[in-house]
């Protein structure tokens, strides 16, 4: 079993940053590759960045440049930390873990101001 627990939206201004974390815990594994989804009112749910369990990162071409995916000390912790925010960032923010199955986080809502 693993649990998935997401921190760090908010309330923030055009240009603005961001960090999210994300914390996998549970036993039975080693590193994880995980990532950010994000979904917006009436929008499907889209991949933001992935780390994979080699370190190799992946990103939507929407936040490339702005958006830094990395990994803790603590091997399943993970940032996500947004730069350069725009009001299309806003969206209910999903941290998520592979494993045989996806095991996904509450969900941290993120709003940009424009």
């Known amino acids: 079993q693993v649990q998935i627990v997401e921190s760090g939206g908010g309330l923030v201004q055009f240009g603005g940053s961001l960090r999210l974390s994300c914390a996998a815990s549970g036993s039975g594994f080693g590193t994880l590759t995980m990532g950010w989804h994000r979904q917006a009112p009436g929008q499907q749910r889209e991949l933001v960045a992935l780390i994979y369990s080699n370190g190799a990162t992946k990103y939507a071409d929407s936040v490339k440049g702005r958006f830094t995916i990395s990994r803790g000390s603590d091997k399943n912790t993970i940032y996500l930390q947004m730069t350069g925010l725009k009001p299309e960032d806003t969206a209910v923010y999903y941290c998520?873990?592979?494993?045989?199955?996806?095991?996904w986080g509450q969900g941290t809502q993120v709003t940009v101001s424009s």
């Open positions: 998520n873990a592979a494993l045989a199955s996806m095991y």
